[in-house]
């Protein structure tokens, strides 16, 4: 499994490529699943943004065995162009249970360095089960009104309010699923907007393209007060009831047991 568009700059995909197979001999493990992360698969990456690869990976069941357990977290060295890191699938699996939105994220990627399909889909499915909806809407909502409490003239900035609302809206519009886009122009394009919101969404990732990573610029007041509007409407949300931790925990229990036995 394989998506890398031809935006991506080849010899830095080369070097993630090249990264990951070092971690595989280093530490001897198996990586599922290694994607990218950040601005580039959100949908909305600057020309100088950095690539923010990220894997799971799975030990042999021995090492699971240990009275010491292994670290949980496989590092490579961090510059201005690469941040390469991954996380034990066991560990992901606990955050999931917690309703960490990383994890799902990570999981709904369009860019993919490589990987196996059944793992990924396993995992959705295991995630669409499992996930509390509210944990995810609690997670979505501080972080949007984290970044639009703090407006410092940065597109960036903005983005990073921009892309939770609009999570946060596309949950609400599919009020039955929890497993939701990782990319902006999905999330506008899968929960109607409306045509003005969507077409100042289109000319400020255009915009943006072209900006420097810390480069300044003003939102449109269209989509201000779509952020407002999104992070107030999570805020006054009608909460449901919580999912059950004890049996979210059992079912991926069980499928962390038949990934390491397979």
Partial sequence: MRAV????????????????????TAHGVTIPLAIESGSRAWGFPSPDSDYDARFLFLRPVEDYLRLTPLRDVVETPLDAVFDVNGW???????????????????????IVYGGDPAFREGMLELAGRILDRERLL????????RHAAAPDGKLKRFFYALRPAATLRWLRVHPDRAVAPMDLPTL???????????????????????????????????????????????????????????????????????????
């Avoid at 779509?226 to 079912?251: C, G, M, N, P, Q």
């Fill in 188 to 262: 506008i394009a899968e929960s109607d907007p409306g045509a003005d919101v969507a077409e100042a969404v289109a000319e400020l990732i255009a915009i943006k393209a072209v900006t420097r990573e810390l480069g300044g610029g003003e939102p449109p007041a269209v989509l201000r007060r779509f952020v407002a509007d999104e992070l107030a409407a999570a805020a006054d949300r009608a909460v449901a009831s919580r999912s059950d931790l004890v049996a979210a925990s059992a079912e991926a229990d069980a499928y962390f047991r038949a990934l390491v036995l397979r």
């Fill in 138 to 145: 609690d997670h979505y909502l501080h972080i949007g009104a």
């Fill in 5 to 24: 568009p031809d935006t991506l700059d080849p010899a830095v995909v080369a070097e993630i490529d090249l990264r990951l197979e070092r971690v595989i």
């Fill in 88 to 110: 034990d699938v066991r560990k992901a699996l606990g955050l999931l249970v917690r309703g960490n939105a990383t994890v799902v994220e990570w999981l709904r990627s369009p």
